[in-house]
Nanobody, 118 residues
Framework: VQLQASGGGLVQAGGSLRLSCAVS????????IAWFRQAPGGERELVAQ????????VTTGSVKGRFTISRDNSRNIIDLQMNSLKPEDTAIYYC????????????WGRGTLVTVSS
């Protein structure tokens, strides 16, 4: 699976951004796709994940109710819609993939920087 993230940028607190992850390759139909983020000096954390085949989605932690992960089958893209952004959402955001038969996220795209100003 090949992954290419886009859509990062600078936004004021309370604003919105949409990140996109273009997915390609032979096996993405049997993959889970996720967005992770890593804040300066912090550890990488899971933000949201979705199963490509069913569209079943989960968001985690502090982004629940503000972020939504979705898929666009026609364009092979996973989107992360981020609303009500906070300065603590500032991070590099990565999309990642794994086989549905595995637990380890072993396929990573390049990150995209999201900066939320107060």
């Amino acid at each position: 699976v090949q992954l290419q993230a886009s859509g990062g940028g600078l936004v004021q607190a309370g604003g919105s951004l949409r990140l996109s992850c273009a997915v390609s390759g032979r096996t993405f139909s049997t993959s889970d796709i996720a967005w992770f983020r890593q804040a300066p000096g912090g550890e990488r954390e899971l933000v949201a994940q979705i199963r490509w085949s069913t569209g079943t989605a989960v968001t985690t932690g502090s982004v629940k109710g503000r972020f939504t992960i979705s898929r666009d089958n026609s364009r092979n893209i996973i989107d992360l819609q981020m609303n009500s952004l906070k300065p603590e959402d500032t991070a590099i955001y990565y999309c990642a993939a794994k086989s549905i038969f595995r637990t380890e996220w072993d396929n990573w795209g390049r990150g995209t920087l999201v900066t939320v100003s107060s």
